[in-house]
């Protein structure tokens, strides 16, 4: 079966750049999707089909997925963005969704 | 919008089966439209897929959970429905339903989540 292999944690300065990464074999063949999670919520997406942001995310939160490494990047960090980020991609059958451990965001 | 309501029991005993219903609304499950996804996350934990219904009678499911696994739906009702059967304690979690419209697309719709417990 297919795994994505995230950081379970990054740490950022307020203002700064948070990078959070999903490792995954040829991932970059695939389509990536990222969510937001804070404690009792449920997830939300930020960043579909790679690098593509839903209505009403700002600008700040980006994506690439390149070879074996996706990134969601969150530029000028805001405590309001301290939550679990989570990749997810479906399998090569298409059939069967996989999702990364996730990545605790935490703001210094 | 789509709105996605989960509902059920609380609480299960080991070795019994599981039963959790989304109510649909903003879409018609009818129509063919969307995936129904079922996904869970055991407490500090990461999401894990349990499965999907799509297109009059369609489903997919995780691998691991295959032989456990049902999900349907209820037209009637604009419902959809997971069981899990021969719960376990490792079965305990938060379990969420999704909606996605095409096959590849990311889960854009989810429900606040139900948590479940299997306890004696």
């Known amino acids: 079966s297919y795994v994505l292999t995230q950081p379970p944690s990054v740490s950022v300065a307020p203002g700064k750049t948070a990078r959070i990464t999903c490792g995954g074999n040829?991932?970059?063949?695939?389509?990536v999707h990222w969510y937001q999670q804070k404690p009792g919520q449920a997830p939300v997406p930020v960043i579909h089909?790679?690098?593509d942001r839903p209505s009403g995310i700002p600008e700040r939160f980006s994506g690439s997925n390149s070879g074996n490494t996706a990134t969601l990047t969150i530029s000028r960090v805001v405590a309001g963005d301290e939550a679990d980020y989570s990749c997810?991609?479906?399998?090569?059958?298409?059939?069967?969704?996989?999702f990364g451990g996730g990545t605790k965001v935490t703001v210094l | 919008q789509v709105q996605l309501q989960e509902s059920g029991p609380g609480l299960v005993k080991p070795s019994q089966t599981l039963s959790l219903t989304c109510t649909v609304s903003g879409a018609s499950i009818s129509s063919g439209s969307h995936y129904w996804n079922w996904i869970r996350q055991p407490a500090g934990k990461g999401l894990e897929w349990i499965g999907r219904?799509?297109?009059?009678?369609?489903?997919n499911y995780n691998p691991s959970l295959r032989s456990r696994v049902t999900i349907s739906v209820d037209t009637s009702k604009n419902q959809f429905s997971l069981k899990l059967s021969s719960v376990t304690a490792a079965d305990t979690a938060v379990y969420y339903c999704?909606?996605?419209?095409?096959?590849?697309?990311?889960?854009?719709?989810w429900g606040q989540g139900s948590l479940v417990t299997v306890s004696s």
């Open positions: 219904f799509y297109s009059s009678g369609n489903t």
């Open positions: 040829n991932i970059g063949s695939k389509s």
């Open positions: 089909y790679d690098s």
């Open positions: 997810q991609v479906w399998d090569s059958s298409g059939d069967h969704g996989v």
């Open positions: 999704a909606s996605q419209l095409r096959s590849k697309d990311n889960l854009a719709y």
